[in-house]
């Protein structure tokens, strides 16, 4: 995907004929002594080379030579002596470390080169970095390669060098495309097409709108694809013959495979006009193209000539990449031998320490760097030892099959922790499920014979490993610093730098980057000396089942359930027992949970006793399949507390609207789960290692917004969601909703167009609980276009995204968000619902309280004043909820019957950390106010009962 992924040879000749002008410097200065003429020498070597010599490089220039190379280097650049004749020497010795593949002798070299370019001599500083980044790159270290080649870019473009600007963007490019991060690839290549302009005749315009479609191509958008490279064939973009026009229609014709369209991929396979440059595509495509045939012997074929074709690479990933994909081909059509051959051929390739010739040799972990088809390789092998095992029933926890799958998530464990960006990281969790489900099958098995512990232990890592990558990876640090007693003002220190470094990483802003890295690396020093329990704190991913015990009280019960196949496990876990049970979730299941929510939704209607009657049905047989088995269990039965991890359709599930009990009635909520049971949520369980409590300057503030109908309407015309927001309805409750609860718990409320992105800012660390009575509008299939509306008249604050609730720094112990579906959101393989709660939840906030659909406004105003009731009185989070949800049903003065539709209150899930807070007495309240206050409350409520209410939705 680089410049010199293909044709190495060639472009590396290429890259040192841009340099062979300065021989002219060279020939001019009369050699005086030995070092002249190793440098005359090295003249002559460049001015005749070919491509048939450059192994002969090894021979001529040898390695006492290229010493001498480096004192010329030392000396010339200390008397500032002519900085072309220095590049030049320098050059010869990157061609003898490439053709050696020599990468890190070469890094070294460079690093000591570096110490002596003289700051203004930024050409050379930036061609030098982008040459040590492509070293990196060649040895597989493609993360510090993107590092240097991401603060290279704006040295190059200061010098104006816009070859080797445009160079590194397409190395860069690369760079994020080998770690799986095809994204932010892509975000590079239209960087660079931006900086070159439109230039249809331009090499580098060829190449990279030809590395805008592959991207394209592996991001899963193949019609986007398909158009970036018909649209470039049309305008004569690519050459004929050319190597990038072969890849136009071998990417197009993968892409019409994957779509189905086999007539329309065989046209286009057969319009590759390859050559010894192009032939690698053509049998890339065509071994593709019979594989979805079922043709295994020409798949074959044609896979074993593209392996051939990248044997001596000067990247040895192209070539593990190619017995990797052999190896899975050989796996799909049953030649487990042959594919367990390949997989550790591939993997001797990237493991220099393993004995190719024994299969059982395993590799040294010590030192080695994650690569996806090394995942793909070692996948081969754990399914090959797995079918072994489980052949014979004996499954070791410590054997073959558990290496390699203990290899195969460390490597994507380091993977995700080192891309750039939250997209790809949600890629690679949907890309691994795969694999997850593999190895949990495997361990699954083997706790099913031996009840261990450590059986258990191995299938509940991987349960979590396959879950909230993102949100584990982003909060774990915060945790960490929290529990290690870490004083608030450094935390803050360190949020606020880490914030501002990946702001100034994405402006590209060198010289920024520069001057917060120091302060940040000596913060991270002065934690880990001075606080140990942050080292062990920061290298603990996930929890085992000691972890999770220790932290549960004796009335909590944890359940996380696992959806494989037509498979639900659900690991139960209490602070003295431990169980897996598994259920059966065929598509009758699905459509069973599907029918409950339709008519959860519809109870809105008051369509009569039929409609009551057949959700009453509904919700016992969901409650029958997935909780009964659990809770009818004698040692399970005593627990109040349950909290679900949940997964499948449970992810935007009301446990609440839940019957445990046979009736007709859902205005009972005896008949519901809860009436027994406090009913919480976890996106994963490293969130039962709740931040301690801190010190807050309030204990609330309410953030509320009516939103008159005619500004809805008229001031979002510009808006890409002006139909939606055409559609919302005032919210005529959400400021007595806010005020209330100020004046219950002793804090601050804002209105209207008070309420601005900053001031929320303000409030998220320095208050215990922060409350939002508005409108929120989530996007089903972008998850980072979900947002909360503010008030119009703010004009560039009208609303509060997904990026600014991540980039708040949040520290509150509950967020209230009494908005619609701000519990539900896009679903991402791997990672569940990213919601509006999930978010503030990645931000810091310890618990989130958020709605599964569009709640109604005057319900919810009452059920929030009932939850922060039971938070008053000392109630926990969960319960709190559960007191407000029965309260309702059961007050008269608070609901009549045509609104005690699960509908009107069950839509709550409370999220995170249940503990109690710990709030102090109201200022605002006086008790002289409580009689008066209750006569008028019962007044109204008298003359509205009875009569149907007029209700807006939020």
């Known amino acids: 995907m680089n410049l010199f992924s293909n044709r190495p040879i060639s472009m590396l000749c290429m890259l040192i004929g841009l340099f062979c002008s300065y021989g002219q410097v060279l020939a001019q200065m009369s050699p005086t002594n030995e070092n002249e003429e190793l440098l005359s020498m090295a003249d002559s070597l460049f001015k005749d080379l070919r491509i048939s010599d450059l192994d002969s490089l090894n021979h001529q220039m040898q390695q006492t030579q290229v010493d001498s190379l480096a004192q010329i280097v030392q000396s010339r650049s200390k008397k500032k002596l002519n900085w072309d004749l220095w590049y030049k020497a320098f050059l010869i010795e990157k061609s003898i470390a490439y053709s050696n593949r020599d990468y890190e002798l070469l890094i070294d070299s460079i690093k000591f080169y570096l110490k002596f370019v003289p700051e203004e ?11 040590m980044a492509l070293s990196y790159h060649f040895d597989g270290d493609y993360v510090t390669s993107a590092e240097l080649n991401l603060e290279n870019i704006k040295l190059l473009k200061e010098a104006k060098d816009s070859v080797f600007t445009l160079s590194t963007y397409i190395n860069l490019s690369g760079d994020y495309s080998r770690i799986g991060d095809d994204l932010s690839a892509l975000d590079l290549i239209e960087e660079g097409i931006a900086y070159l302009g439109d230039k249809p005749t331009n090499g580098y315009y060829s190449l990279l709108q030809a590395n805008k479609g592959i991207f394209l191509f592996y991001k899963n958008d193949l019609q986007g694809c398909i158009d970036v490279f018909r649209s470039n064939l049309k305008k004569g973009v690519f050459k004929k013959g050319s190597y990038n026009k072969a890849r136009a229609y071998s990417y197009i014709s993968r892409s019409l495979l994957k779509l189905g369209q086999y007539h329309q991929a065989k046209k286009y396979l057969d319009s590759i ?32 000539r593209a392996m051939e074709l990248r044997k001596g690479n000067v990247e040895p990933r192209f070539y593990l990449k190619e017995i990797s994909k052999l190896a899975m081909l050989e796996w ?98 949907a890309y691994s499920q795969d694999m997850y489900e593999d190895a949990l099958s495997f361990y699954l098995n083997n706790w099913n014979q031996t009840k261990k512990d450590e059986s258990f232990d191995k299938a509940l890592k ?187 359709p449970l992810k935007n599930l009301a446990i609440n609207a839940l019957m445990h009990k046979e009736s007709k009635n859902w205005s009972d909520p005896r008949n519901f789960i809860i009436d027994q049971y406090n009913i919480s949520y976890f996106y994963y369980l490293g969130q039962l290692v709740a931040l301690p409590s801190k010190e807050k300057n309030s204990e609330y503030v309410g953030f509320g917004i009516q939103y008159a109908d005619e500004m809805l309407t008229s001031n979002f015309i510009d808006s ?121 939840t990645y931000g810091g906030s310890q618990s989130t309280l958020g709605s599964f659909w569009n709640v109604p406004d005057r319900a919810t105003m009452h059920l929030m004043n009932l939850f922060y009731e039971g938070l008053k009185n000392g109630y926990n989070k969960s319960d709190a909820l559960r007191q407000a949800q029965i309260q309702y049903l059961t007050n008269d003065d608070l609901s009549s019957p045509s609104v005690r539709a699960p509908y009107y209150w069950a839509g709550w899930a409370l999220n995170g950390n249940i503990e109690p807070l710990t709030l102090s007495p109201s200022n605002s309240f006086s008790p002289y106010w409580l009689i008066p206050g209750i006569l008028v409350s019962l007044l109204i409520f008298t003359l509205f009962r009875g009569k149907r209410t007029y209700w807006t939705f939020i």
């Open 121 to 131: 001599e930024k050409q050379l500083k930036g061609r030098l970095q982008f040459l």
């Open 273 to 304: 006009q390859w050559n010894k440059y192009s032939e690698f595509e053509f049998r890339t495509a065509a071994s593709e193209y019979f594989q979805s045939l079922g043709d295994f012997g020409k798949a074959k074929q044609h896979r074993i």
């Open 720 to 840: 890409t969601e002006v139909k939606v927001i055409a559609n919302l309805k005032e919210l005529k409750n959400s400021a007595d909703e806010v005020k209330s609860a100020a004046e219950l718990l002793g804090g601050e409320h804002f209105l209207e167009e008070e309420v601005t992105v900053d001031l929320i800012e303000k409030y998220m660390n320095s208050t215990s609980i922060v409350h939002f009575a508005v409108h929120a509008l989530v996007d089903p299939t972008d998850f980072k276009k979900s947002f909360i509306l503010l008030s119009g008249k703010n004009q560039n604050q009208f609303q509060l995204d997904y990026k600014q609730i991540l980039n708040f720094g949040i520290g509150n112990d509950l967020t209230v968000l009494s908005a619609c579906q701000t519990g539900i959101g896009q679903d991402i393989d791997g990672e569940g619902l990213m919601s509006l709660s999930r978010a503030f």
């Open 462 to 648: 991987i349960a979590q490993l396959s879950n909230a990558y993102v949100l584990r990876n982003t909060s774990s640090t915060l945790q960490a610093l929290h529990e290690a007693s870490i004083p608030q003002n450094l935390i803050y220190k360190y949020s606020s730098l880490k914030n501002a470094l990946a702001e100034s990483v994405k402006q590209q802003d060198v010289d920024l980057i520069d001057s917060l890295i120091q302060p940040l690396n000596e913060l991270e020093d002065h934690f880990e000396n001075m606080y140990p329990t942050y080292n062990s704190l920061t290298n603990s991913k996930i929890l085992n089942l000691n972890d999770i015990q220790k932290r549960l009280d004796d009335e909590s019960l944890v359940l996380k359930y696992i959806l494989q196949g037509s498979k639900m496990y659900v690991f139960m876990i209490s602070n003295s027992r431990s169980d897996i049970i598994t259920l059966d979730f065929s598509q009758h299941h699905l459509e069973l949970i599907s029918q409950f929510r339709r008519a959860l939704l519809n109870s809105k209607n008051d369509e009569g006793q039929a409609q009551e009657v057949e959700f009453c049905e509904l919700s016992k047989q969901v409650y029958d399949h997935i909780l009964e088995p659990v809770l009818s269990k004698a040692s399970y039965r005593q627990f109040r507390n349950i909290c679900i991890v949940p997964d499948g």
């Open 332 to 429: 799909e059509f049953g030649n487990r031998e042959e594919a367990m051959q390949r997989a550790h051929q591939a993997l001797c390739i990237h493991f220099k320490d393993l004995d190719s010739l024994d299969y059982l040799d395993k590799p040294d972990l010590d030192r080695f760097v994650p690569e996806t088809w090394v995942i793909e390789a070692a996948f081969v092998k754990a399914q090959y030892y797995k079918e072994l095992e489980s052949d014979s029933a004996i499954y070791d926890p410590n054997g073959q099959t558990s290496f390699y799958f203990d290899l195969i998530f460390e490597m994507y464990d380091d993977i995700k922790k080192n891309h750039f960006s939250n997209e790809s990281k949600f890629k690679m969790g």
